[in-house]
């Protein structure tokens, strides 16, 4: 491969004649609206250079829901693509041969479905199936201390996943069946050496389930364990990162040695996939995140023995909203220029020997390793999930992480230092910064899904979900039965309600109500203090005759949860009555528990995209139930015109991202308590 | 009755006891209420709520334990099944309240999901607000004003130090909850709190082989103890132990039918003779809330003031205003003495 066409000769003869390394595969996570589109952009990303597909699916598809089902209002086609049959899997990748993509799919709870899809669609093609290579993601057991789309009970998934991997494993042997993901983990606060422990946690549950549920022979086990695969991220502390790839790599390679007996090395290779961080990508100046980027990139590109096998890379604009086609185009250039201008990958690993870093690896291999031995004491990370105790610690550094921010001593540029700014080009029309998805296209999927059922088989699709149905309750491996069901014109909404009424559905443990809050550190910034809250709170409690009671609700599909949390711990640490009754909860519900919990205020917190559609629900609720006066406060990724609009819906405040301080929300959210009361009481 | 605060009372405790849910939580609301100025106001509610039901009316469970043992995922399932027999269910959920910020994060509703329509089905979060080990301030009246509204009533208590020997003078039936293999038994034996609960349930019953053995090793405790003669009070009633598992929800039917045994072993006159019980701890724990130990002293000890406390609530007083006539009598004494 030649690769010094470029007009500077390298300094270094030798180096120059050096085989460049294969670059990883370069990716971009993209979907949305319908099928038809998608495909549209997946070809686009192509031609553009991109090596694999990355797909996003909606959180209707994620969850097990049609287009028409209730709890899918305002989320069809939202933040991903919806999926809900074999047509529409079929129109996501025309004339995309299935044999030479790398298709990355991000499904959890649904992932025996999509995958099912996708080799029933391969199959139309022609496609033997033993060709596909790509991932699905798999792991529910970030999603119950993250990401939030899961259904089932952690046991039942636990078995679902095992399910692929002993299909995929000799049906579809280039396919990497779990993800095992640690990148989750970060996003909602974990310290590097929690995201080792818990995900090496994680992939040991994964196994031991396999071992045990003698869904696998024995001897099969090392094949098995060299297809599990991993999903990581990597923060702007690039060489504490690149520290921990290389103790995910050791301490991969340990356990599968010690716990599994795998003597062939590269079954015991480390094999992962990065997306890169996001929560510190910021909302004040945004364009700063594309430099943030690209060194997060280096932590998983910079040593050869621990770089990863595929890459993709948020945008500039993450913390606005969706990133537009150009937005995700400049990402992709950077790893392009990291990949092909820079002389990286010409080199081995340039760490081998460093004695700093060794140093630092050694000691985060120490403290995971004693961490994984505590997850097993207390009986697994199935059991720790359950308990609560894995979540309440990330709720725990996740508080931390923040009010480092708050007080200054996390330094973020444009954000907490150097918030001068001039006026930034890219964001002089803020509305038109992220993509904007049609609102149309949720009416148009619900009109498709009502005409797909009447144009099938019914009697067939009645007869392959029956199966499905009898699979399950007999505990048989649920592919075979889903790829029937997925020829046979099932809905994605269909499968998964066989699934839940067989399994039952699960709510994961919220960890806010045992987490506790370290008071050490600096002292965090704002308007007042906390103590000053706290005796601001105390004297309202005086005049209320009871304490004020905060509801905190996160309505719709969406799983992030982050700011939720830490709304509703700063709020009890300043001395508010908290309920919090976690994710995916419906309007109805949150006005029925503000009913009943009387309190004085509602905070809403919503990510997804879907606030214009929920939240006026909840306050038109509100009124009909004579609680017009309880002042309701939204948060979340609201842009500038919905908040205004939403305003005028009779929403109190909007609160987005760059409003990090909460003592400064809390001194509102105490504000507007005192307003209405008094002006509740004197009406 | 002060008759100013009479009229909206009765409108509310109608409300109340016609089951409309605004009326319900206005009711909680007022009841939680601490200010001097609202004293009449819950007074006058109680004495309205008082006469739209009979004296024994309803069953008003107590599920204790210690944390994390299932006790709201139980309270849930055990609502369920209330429901399934077409009873109406009320829930109080009490959680402890931080003592640095007096806040709280009122966590037992997120384990309850309940369909928003049912209008047979009402769950309240309490905080226990400064009451160090106890129930909340307004459990007894919250539990008064649920028991209006629905034919029977869950009190769910934070499940440390005092709790378990409060929550009996609030319900009529003390459930204790416990999971395999905690060695909470052993140390509930020991510590004599084996005297108060009515029922025992082993918890987390789908860990197996593991609960059948706690649940079996309690019986035999508990039989020794009474062939011992120390089985607690001598009554018709002999203490079951269940197993159940809130989350397969296993064992409910078994442990509601138990529920209702021991509340069909009392007599109607052992009932009101409870409830009479839990009125008069109720008036001398407001009293102490608001005085201190002292007043209990300068009134000449517990046991005269328990008996002043009788003595104003068979006059007709709710606990509410036996407590102030206690008070007053005790502010007498202070100018006195
Ligand atoms: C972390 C994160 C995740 C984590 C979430 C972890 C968790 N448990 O919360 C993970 C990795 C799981 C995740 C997943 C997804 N994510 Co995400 N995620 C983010 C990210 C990077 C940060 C959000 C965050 O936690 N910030 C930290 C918290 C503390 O801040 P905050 O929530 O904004 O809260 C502040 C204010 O908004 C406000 N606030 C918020 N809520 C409330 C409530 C009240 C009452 C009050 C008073 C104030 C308030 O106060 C807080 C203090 O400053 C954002 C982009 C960004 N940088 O903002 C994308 C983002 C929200 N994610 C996005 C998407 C699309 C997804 C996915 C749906 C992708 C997919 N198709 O699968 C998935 C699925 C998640 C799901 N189930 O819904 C999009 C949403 C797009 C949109 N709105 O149009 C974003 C904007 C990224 C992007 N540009 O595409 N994500
Ligand atoms: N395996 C199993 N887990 C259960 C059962 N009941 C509850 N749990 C789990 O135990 C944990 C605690 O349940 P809760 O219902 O919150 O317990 P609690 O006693 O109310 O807890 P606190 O109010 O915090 O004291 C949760 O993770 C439940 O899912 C059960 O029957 N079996
Ligand atoms: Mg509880």
């Given at each position: 491969m030649s690769s010094s066409a470029g007009s500077h000769k390298p300094a270094d003869p030798p180096a120059a004649q050096k085989q460049r390394e294969r670059p990883w595969i370069m990716r971009t996570y993209a979907g949305h609206s319908t099928a038809a589109k998608s495909n549209e952009l997946y070809r686009t990303n192509l031609q553009k250079g991109q090596t694999g597909l990355s797909v996003a699916f909606d959180l209707p598809t994620q969850t097990g829901y049609d287009p028409d089902h209730l709890l899918s209002r305002g989320e069809v086609g939202k933040v991903g693509v919806p999926v809900s049959h074999i047509g529409d899997m079929r129109a996501l990748f025309a004339g995309l041969p299935l044999d030479q993509m790398n298709t990355s799919m991000t499904i959890n709870a649904t992932a025996p479905w999509l995958l099912a899809l996708y080799i029933a669609v391969a199959e139309e093609q022609g496609v033997d199936k033993k060709l596909l290579q790509g991932t699905t993601q798999n792991d529910l057991v970030k999603e119950y201390l993250s990401r939030g789309t899961y259904i089932f009970p952690p046991a039942a998934s636990l078995k679902l996943t095992a399910d692929i991997i002993a299909y995929t494993v000799n049906e579809v042997p280039k396919w990497n069946p779990t993800n095992v993901c640690s990148y989750h983990l970060q996003e909602a606060g974990a310290t590097p050496v929690q995201e080792l422990a818990y995900a090496l946690s994680t992939a040991i549950a994964v196994l031991d389930a396999l071992k045990t549920g003698g869904q696998v022979p024995a001897a099969e086990i090392p094949k098995v364990v060299g297809r599990i695969s991993f999903f990581v991220n990597a923060g702007i502390r690039f060489i504490e990162e690149t520290c921990k790839m290389r103790a995910f790599t050791a301490l991969w390679d340990r356990i599968t040695k010690e716990r599994y007996g795998v003597q062939d090395e590269t079954l015991r290779r480390f094999r992962y996939g990065v997306q890169v961080n996001s929560l510190g990508l910021t909302e004040p100046q945004p364009e700063n995140n594309i430099l943030r980027i690209v060194l997060e990139m280096l932590g998983v590109t910079l040593s050869k023995d621990a770089r990863a096998?595929?890459?993709?890379?948020?945008?500039?604009?993450?913390?606005?909203?969706?990133?537009?086609?150009?937005?995700?185009?400049?990402?992709?250039?950077?790893?392009?220029?990291?990949?092909?201008?820079?002389?990286?990958?010409?080199?081995?690993d340039i760490f081998e020997g460093s004695v700093v870093i060794e140093a630092q690896v050694r000691k985060m291999v120490d403290a995971a390793y004693r961490e994984i031995q505590d997850i097993e004491a207390r009986g697994g990370v199935i059991e720790a999930v359950e308990s609560g105790y894995l979540k309440q610690r990330l709720v725990e550094s996740n508080a931390a992480r923040i009010r480092a921010i708050e007080s200054g001593q996390q330094v973020v540029v444009g954000?907490?230092?150097?918030?001068?700014?001039?006026?930034?080009?890219?964001?002089?029309?803020?509305?038109?910064?992220?993509?904007?998805?049609?609102?149309?296209?949720?009416?148009?999927?619900?009109?498709?899904?009502?005409?797909?059922?009447?144009?099938?088989?019914?009697?067939?699709?009645?007869?392959?979900?029956?199966?499905?149905?009898?699979?399950?309750?007999?505990?048989?491996?649920?592919?075979?039965?889903?790829?029937?069901?997925?020829?046979?014109?099932?809905?994605?909404?269909?499968?998964?309600?066989?699934?839940?009424?067989?399994?039952?559905?699960?709510?994961?443990?919220?960890?806010?109500?045992g987490a506790r809050l370290d008071q050490g550190g600096a002292a965090v910034s704002g308007k007042e203090t906390v103590e000053a809250l706290r005796a601001r709170i105390a004297g309202l409690a005086k005049t209320l005759g009871r304490r004020p009671k905060m509801l905190v609700g996160k309505p719709g599909l969406d799983g992030h949860s982050n700011g939720a949390e830490q709304i509703a711990l700063k709020a009890r640490d300043v001395g508010f009555e908290v309920v919090y009754e976690g994710i995916r909860v419906t309007p109805e519900q949150i006005v029925a528990s503000a009913i009943e919990e009387g309190v004085h205020v509602i905070g809403i917190s919503i990510l997804s995209g879907s606030h214009m559609e929920l939240v006026p629900q909840i306050v038109?609720?509100?009124?009909?139930?004579?609680?017009?006066?309880?002042?309701?406060?939204?948060?979340?990724?609201?842009?500038?015109?919905?908040a205004r609009a939403l305003e005028a819906k009779g929403v109190a405040r909007v609160y987005t991202p760059k409003d990090f301080l909460l003592n400064n929300i809390m001194s509102d959210l105490v504000e507007l308590v005192a307003k209405s009361a008094g002006a509740h009481a004197a009406a | 009755m002060p008759p100013r605060e009479a009229e909206p009372a009765v409108k509310l405790a109608a409300g109340v006891a016609a089951g409309d849910k605004v009326a319900v939580a206005a009711a909680l609301n007022l009841v939680e209420d601490r200010r001097a100025q609202t004293r009449n106001a819950v007074d006058a509610l109680l004495c309205a709520l008082r006469t739209l039901r009979p004296p024994g009316y309803g069953h008003r469970v107590g599920l204790t334990g210690p944390p994390g043992v299932g006790k709201s995922t139980l309270t849930a399932a055990l609502a369920r099944e209330y429901r399934a027999r077409s009873l109406r269910v009320g829930v109080?959920?009490?959680?402890?309240?931080?003592?640095?910020?007096?806040?709280?994060?009122?966590?037992?509703?997120?384990?309850?999901?309940?369909?928003?329509?049912?209008?047979?089905?009402?769950?309240?979060?309490?905080?226990?607000?400064?009451?160090?080990?106890?129930?909340?301030?307004?459990?007894?009246?919250?539990?008064?004003?649920?028991?209006?509204?629905?034919?029977?009533?869950?009190?769910?208590t934070t499940g440390v130090g005092q709790t378990e020997t409060d929550v009996e003078h609030v319900v009529d039936t003390v459930c204790l909850v416990i999971q395999p293999g905690s060695g909470d038994v052993l140390q509930f034996i020991k510590a004599g709190i084996m005297e108060i609960p009515d029922v025992i349930v082993v918890n987390k019953g789908d860990h197996g082989r593991l609960a059948q053995r706690a649940a079996s090793d309690l019986q035999g405790a508990l039989d020794r103890l009474r062939q011992a003669g120390l089985g607690g009070e001598q009554s018709a009633w002999t203490l079951p132990v269940l197993v159940t598992s809130a989350r397969d929800r296993t064992g409910i039917d078994a442990l509601a039918d138990a529920l209702q045994a021991h509340l069909a072993s009392r007599t109607p006159s052992e009932r009101a003779e409870k409830r009479s019980r839990g009125a008069v701890a109720w008036a001398v724990s407001?009293?102490?809330?608001?005085?201190?130990?002292?007043?209990?002293?300068?009134?000449?000890?517990?046991?005269?003031?328990?008996?002043?406390?009788?003595?104003?609530?068979?006059?007709?007083?709710?606990?509410?205003?036996?407590?102030?006539?206690?008070?007053?009598?005790?502010?007498?004494?202070l100018r006195a003495g």
């Amino acid at each position: 491969m030649s690769s010094s066409a470029g007009s500077h000769k390298p300094a270094d003869p030798p180096a120059a004649q050096k085989q460049r390394e294969r670059p990883w595969i370069m990716r971009t996570y993209a979907g949305h609206s319908t099928a038809a589109k998608s495909n549209e952009l997946y070809r686009t990303n192509l031609q553009k250079g991109q090596t694999g597909l990355s797909v996003a699916f909606d959180l209707p598809t994620q969850t097990g829901y049609d287009p028409d089902h209730l709890l899918s209002r305002g989320e069809v086609g939202k933040v991903g693509v919806p999926v809900s049959h074999i047509g529409d899997m079929r129109a996501l990748f025309a004339g995309l041969p299935l044999d030479q993509m790398n298709t990355s799919m991000t499904i959890n709870a649904t992932a025996p479905w999509l995958l099912a899809l996708y080799i029933a669609v391969a199959e139309e093609q022609g496609v033997d199936k033993k060709l596909l290579q790509g991932t699905t993601q798999n792991d529910l057991v970030k999603e119950y201390l993250s990401r939030g789309t899961y259904i089932f009970p952690p046991a039942a998934s636990l078995k679902l996943t095992a399910d692929i991997i002993a299909y995929t494993v000799n049906e579809v042997p280039k396919w990497n069946p779990t993800n095992v993901c640690s990148y989750h983990l970060q996003e909602a606060g974990a310290t590097p050496v929690q995201e080792l422990a818990y995900a090496l946690s994680t992939a040991i549950a994964v196994l031991d389930a396999l071992k045990t549920g003698g869904q696998v022979p024995a001897a099969e086990i090392p094949k098995v364990v060299g297809r599990i695969s991993f999903f990581v991220n990597a923060g702007i502390r690039f060489i504490e990162e690149t520290c921990k790839m290389r103790a995910f790599t050791a301490l991969w390679d340990r356990i599968t040695k010690e716990r599994y007996g795998v003597q062939d090395e590269t079954l015991r290779r480390f094999r992962y996939g990065v997306q890169v961080n996001s929560l510190g990508l910021t909302e004040p100046q945004p364009e700063n995140n594309i430099l943030r980027i690209v060194l997060e990139m280096l932590g998983v590109t910079l040593s050869k023995d621990a770089r990863a096998r595929a890459l993709q890379l948020p945008a500039w604009n993450e913390a606005l909203g969706l990133p537009r086609p150009w937005d995700q185009q400049w990402s992709l250039r950077a790893q392009q220029i990291l990949a092909f201008e820079s002389d990286l990958l010409e080199y081995e690993d340039i760490f081998e020997g460093s004695v700093v870093i060794e140093a630092q690896v050694r000691k985060m291999v120490d403290a995971a390793y004693r961490e994984i031995q505590d997850i097993e004491a207390r009986g697994g990370v199935i059991e720790a999930v359950e308990s609560g105790y894995l979540k309440q610690r990330l709720v725990e550094s996740n508080a931390a992480r923040i009010r480092a921010i708050e007080s200054g001593q996390q330094v973020v540029v444009g954000v907490n230092k150097y918030t001068e700014t001039a006026e930034c080009p890219l964001t002089k029309d803020l509305d038109g910064a992220i993509l904007t998805v049609d609102p149309e296209a949720e009416q148009a999927a619900i009109a498709a899904i009502k005409k797909w059922r009447a144009g099938r088989d019914d009697a067939a699709a009645r007869a392959a979900l029956a199966k499905l149905r009898a699979a399950v309750e007999q505990g048989k491996n649920i592919m075979p039965p889903s790829i029937e069901a997925a020829k046979a014109g099932v809905t994605t909404g269909e499968w998964a309600a066989a699934l839940r009424d067989v399994i039952g559905e699960y709510r994961a443990p919220t960890g806010v109500s045992g987490a506790r809050l370290d008071q050490g550190g600096a002292a965090v910034s704002g308007k007042e203090t906390v103590e000053a809250l706290r005796a601001r709170i105390a004297g309202l409690a005086k005049t209320l005759g009871r304490r004020p009671k905060m509801l905190v609700g996160k309505p719709g599909l969406d799983g992030h949860s982050n700011g939720a949390e830490q709304i509703a711990l700063k709020a009890r640490d300043v001395g508010f009555e908290v309920v919090y009754e976690g994710i995916r909860v419906t309007p109805e519900q949150i006005v029925a528990s503000a009913i009943e919990e009387g309190v004085h205020v509602i905070g809403i917190s919503i990510l997804s995209g879907s606030h214009m559609e929920l939240v006026p629900q909840i306050v038109e609720q509100l009124r009909q139930k004579g609680l017009g006066h309880v002042p309701v406060v939204v948060g979340g990724i609201i842009p500038e015109s919905d908040a205004r609009a939403l305003e005028a819906k009779g929403v109190a405040r909007v609160y987005t991202p760059k409003d990090f301080l909460l003592n400064n929300i809390m001194s509102d959210l105490v504000e507007l308590v005192a307003k209405s009361a008094g002006a509740h009481a004197a009406a | 009755m002060p008759p100013r605060e009479a009229e909206p009372a009765v409108k509310l405790a109608a409300g109340v006891a016609a089951g409309d849910k605004v009326a319900v939580a206005a009711a909680l609301n007022l009841v939680e209420d601490r200010r001097a100025q609202t004293r009449n106001a819950v007074d006058a509610l109680l004495c309205a709520l008082r006469t739209l039901r009979p004296p024994g009316y309803g069953h008003r469970v107590g599920l204790t334990g210690p944390p994390g043992v299932g006790k709201s995922t139980l309270t849930a399932a055990l609502a369920r099944e209330y429901r399934a027999r077409s009873l109406r269910v009320g829930v109080l959920a009490v959680d402890p309240s931080s003592l640095r910020s007096g806040g709280a994060l009122l966590g037992d509703r997120a384990r309850m999901a309940f369909d928003p329509q049912d209008e047979g089905l009402f769950v309240r979060s309490l905080a226990t607000a400064g009451d160090a080990g106890g129930l909340a301030y307004a459990a007894n009246a919250g539990v008064a004003v649920l028991a209006t509204a629905y034919d029977r009533v869950l009190v769910e208590t934070t499940g440390v130090g005092q709790t378990e020997t409060d929550v009996e003078h609030v319900v009529d039936t003390v459930c204790l909850v416990i999971q395999p293999g905690s060695g909470d038994v052993l140390q509930f034996i020991k510590a004599g709190i084996m005297e108060i609960p009515d029922v025992i349930v082993v918890n987390k019953g789908d860990h197996g082989r593991l609960a059948q053995r706690a649940a079996s090793d309690l019986q035999g405790a508990l039989d020794r103890l009474r062939q011992a003669g120390l089985g607690g009070e001598q009554s018709a009633w002999t203490l079951p132990v269940l197993v159940t598992s809130a989350r397969d929800r296993t064992g409910i039917d078994a442990l509601a039918d138990a529920l209702q045994a021991h509340l069909a072993s009392r007599t109607p006159s052992e009932r009101a003779e409870k409830r009479s019980r839990g009125a008069v701890a109720w008036a001398v724990s407001l009293l102490s809330r608001q005085h201190g130990e002292h007043a209990l002293d300068l009134l000449g000890g517990a046991q005269a003031v328990r008996a002043q406390a009788t003595d104003a609530l068979a006059r007709g007083a709710t606990p509410i205003g036996a407590a102030a006539s206690l008070s007053e009598r005790y502010l007498a004494a202070l100018r006195a003495g």
